[in-house]
């Protein structure tokens, strides 16, 4: 009897963490779903984005499907910032850890939407990428 109720936690561990990967496997269903639409798109566990000529998308990936879609022009920007910890960096050099990673666009109207990630290397190529179409569009 003593080494049923040893098990029986790992047991309740087992089914934990097959419950969080079917979570998980949803929210990477819903992303890969809404991602058929665009040019270009990522996914992680902050955020998800999409570009689509001009137009950028951004969200929350939730288990139900992707929730506080916005959608804005590049068209709109003024300027594109990495942020890594609330400091500006370089997209080209980018520092190699940080707790807080955003993309910051700010628009003409002196609005600002910071989209958060994951990591630094994905963030600045990203920021470059839609720094160049920012320029191009100029």
Same mark, same amino acid.
């Given at each position: ?70 959608? $804005? ?31 910051? $666009?700010? $628009? ?8 958060? $990630? ?21």
């Amino acid at each position: 009897m003593e080494r049923g109720l040893l098990w029986l936690p790992l047991l309740f561990l087992f089914f934990w963490l097959a419950w969080q990967g079917s979570r998980e496997y949803q929210k990477v269903e819903a992303y890969r779903v809404w991602a058929e639409q665009f040019d270009r798109a990522k996914y992680d566990i902050y955020s998800v984005l999409g570009q689509k000529g001009n137009n950028i998308t951004w969200g929350k990936p939730t288990p139900k499907g992707l929730i506080k879609l916005e959608t $804005f022009s590049l068209e709109d920007v003024k300027q594109i910032r990495l942020l890594v910890d609330e400091k500006e960096a370089d997209t080209e050099a980018p520092p190699e850890k940080g707790r807080s990673i955003e993309l910051e $666009f700010i $628009f003409s109207s002196e609005n600002s939407v910071r989209v958060p $990630f994951t990591e630094i290397p994905l963030a600045a190529q990203w920021g470059k990428h839609l720094q160049q179409e920012l320029q191009r569009l100029s």
